[in-house]
């Protein structure tokens, strides 16, 4: 498996620009997940590292050789990368061994332990090896499209929003077994998304897109902890942003004073919270009005009104509930990170069930 190099990519489809200087690097045998709202440029930068598209400026590298830019242009078929489209493209009048050995070399192809150890890196048992496509579910057919890009041993496996014509129930299963196949071969991946969750559990860092660039490229804990911006912050996660006047290392806010993540100059800031950072106490805290209540089993998020007239939210496990109408008191739980006092405030909160473990998208 190779390193993955982007320099400096430029790319517009017609009059219009799309890619504006995209610097990116995933280390060999980690993966990468793109995360960015539909249209920011994803695919575009996947087809131009693919070899199916040509950059109109930067170079891409891949384990230290220039395939694309600067005079080059390695063709798609020798650069030895694996793709993995959003509906498995597999070949529909083959058997699953069969789609899978058209990845092998031709001598292996009728190797079935071949065939068998792959179906079993994906989690998919031999028995379903003479179906065809049809008699496979949709996650099902995403394993074996990921077999038969592994197959070649690639040198980097490209996979564009693998998941998203899964239902939830597959789609946590089928990308928990795609992770776990990666890891288990050192693949050097790329993973399309624009599902947070998604991107956030399965790479290792996550180069999050916005107007033709990254906004930012951290792993999944930093980037949700330490967003670039409140941009950022309310991309990977539901944000709870406050205004306040710092001092001395804390910060006094509606919330309180509350301690701060990173240091920041003393005067007014603008602090990121967690809603899982507040925490409904019956005890001493600031007073507030629940607008909402959310449900979602595993946990519930809770709409609360402040006496300013500020909306925040709090997640909270689902089992004792405050009702709409009633008047709680909140806490804050862990540091807050400050941005500057002018600092963009964030695009309307737009709510998406949580996954147990994993924090919820707005
Ligand atoms: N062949 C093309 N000709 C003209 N415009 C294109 C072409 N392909 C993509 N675009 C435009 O380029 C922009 C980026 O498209 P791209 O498919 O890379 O975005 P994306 O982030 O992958 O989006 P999505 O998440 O919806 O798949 C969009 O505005 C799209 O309309």
């Known amino acids: 498996m190779s390193a993955l190099t982007v320099t400096g990519l430029v790319k517009s489809h017609g009059r219009t620009p799309v890619l504006t200087g995209v610097d990116l690097h995933v280390p060999s045998g980690t993966t990468t997940a793109l995360l960015g709202p539909s249209g920011c440029g994803k695919t575009t930068l996947l087809r131009i590292v693919a070899g199916f598209d040509d950059?109109?400026?930067?170079?891409?590298?891949?384990?230290?050789?220039?395939?694309?830019?600067?005079?080059?242009?390695?063709?798609?078929?020798?650069?030895g990368i694996g793709f993995v489209p959003q509906e498995g493209g597999l070949f529909p009048h083959l058997s699953v061994a069969g789609n899978v050995a058209f990845g092998l070399p031709r001598r292996l192809r009728r190797d079935r332990t071949r065939v068998a150890g792959l179906l079993a890196l994906v989690g998919l048992d031999a028995a379903l090896a003479d179906r065809v496509p049809h008699q496979l579910s949709g996650g099902q057919q995403q394993r074996v499209a990921l077999a038969r890009a592994l197959a070649p041993e690639p040198s980097l496996v490209l996979l564009d929003e693998p998941f998203s014509s899964l239902d939830a129930a597959l789609r946590e299963d089928t990308r928990r077994a795609v992770a776990d196949a990666l890891r288990a071969t050192g693949a050097t991946a790329v993973l399309v998304t624009h599902d947070q969750a998604e991107a956030l559990s399965t790479a290792d860092q996550v180069a999050v897109v916005r107007g033709g660039r990254l906004a930012q490229l951290a792993d999944p804990r930093t980037l949700y902890s330490r967003p670039a911006d409140l941009e950022v912050a309310a991309f990977v996660g539901e944000a709870v942003v406050l205004d306040g006047e710092a001092a001395g290392g804390r910060v006094t806010s509606e919330l309180g004073e509350l301690?701060?993540?990173?240091?920041?100059?003393?005067?007014?800031?603008?602090?990121?919270?967690?809603?899982?950072?507040?925490?409904?106490?019956?005890?001493?805290?600031?007073?507030?009005?629940?607008r909402g209540v959310d449900f979602y089993g595993h946990d519930a998020r809770i709409e609360?009104?402040?006496?300013?007239?500020?909306?925040?939210?709090?997640?909270?496990?689902?089992?004792?509930?405050p009702s709409e109408g009633a008047e709680v008191t909140v806490v804050v739980a862990g540091p807050a990170v400050p941005f500057p006092a002018a600092a963009p405030t964030v695009p309307p909160v737009a709510t998406a069930p949580a996954r147990p473990g994993v924090p919820t998208a707005t």
């Open 55 to 79: 950059p109109d400026a930067g170079t891409v590298e891949l384990g230290g050789r220039v395939v694309a830019g600067a005079g080059r242009g390695v063709p798609a078929r020798s650069r």
């Open 259 to 290: 301690s701060l993540g990173r240091p920041c100059a003393d005067g007014p800031v603008r602090v990121l919270l967690r809603p899982e950072q507040l925490r409904l106490s019956g005890g001493p805290g600031t007073r507030a009005r629940v």
């Open 304 to 321: 609360l009104e402040l006496p300013s007239g500020l909306r925040v939210s709090a997640r909270t496990e689902g089992g004792d509930l």
